[in-house]
């Protein structure tokens, strides 16, 4: 069993950065592929970004594509997401989550693990 704690959320102005870590128990962490999703309110969860197991691929919205970037430290059991030129329609909650497959997924369905979420306001 894989335990995710996120943090780094906050309020930021439009144009600002944030930097959301999320935090792993379990000595399997490396073998999962790691996804951001966010969910705004009255909105379904979405898919942000996602990064394989050992870190060569990721994937990316094509709304936050070059806006922002996945990371992971598989020795520190942690992955990250830097999110820089924040919109307002960025503000959600955003949510780590594991899955065991060998590719970047993109469905939440298909996550097993997922922490408790981090807030995210952008103000304009």
């Known amino acids: 069993q894989v335990q995710l704690v996120e943090s780094g959320g906050g309020l930021v102005q439009a144009g600002g950065s944030l930097r959301l870590s999320c935090a792993a128990s379990?000595?399997?962490?490396?073998?999962?592929?790691v996804g951001w999703f966010r969910q705004a309110p009255g909105k379904q969860r979405e898919f942000v970004a996602g990064i394989s197991s050992g870190g060569a691929s990721t994937d990316y919205a094509p709304s936050v594509k070059g806006r922002f970037t996945i990371s992971r430290d598989n020795a520190k059991n942690t992955a990250q997401l830097q999110m820089n030129s924040l919109k307002p329609e960025d503000t959600a909650v955003y949510y780590c989550?594991?899955?065991?497959?060998?590719?970047?997924?993109?469905?939440?369905?298909?996550?097993?693990?997922w922490g408790q979420g981090t807030q995210v306001t952008v103000s304009s």
């Open positions: 379990g000595r399997t962490f490396s073998t999962y592929v």
């Open positions: 989550a594991t899955a065991v497959y060998a590719i970047v997924v993109k469905a939440p369905t298909l996550y097993r693990y």
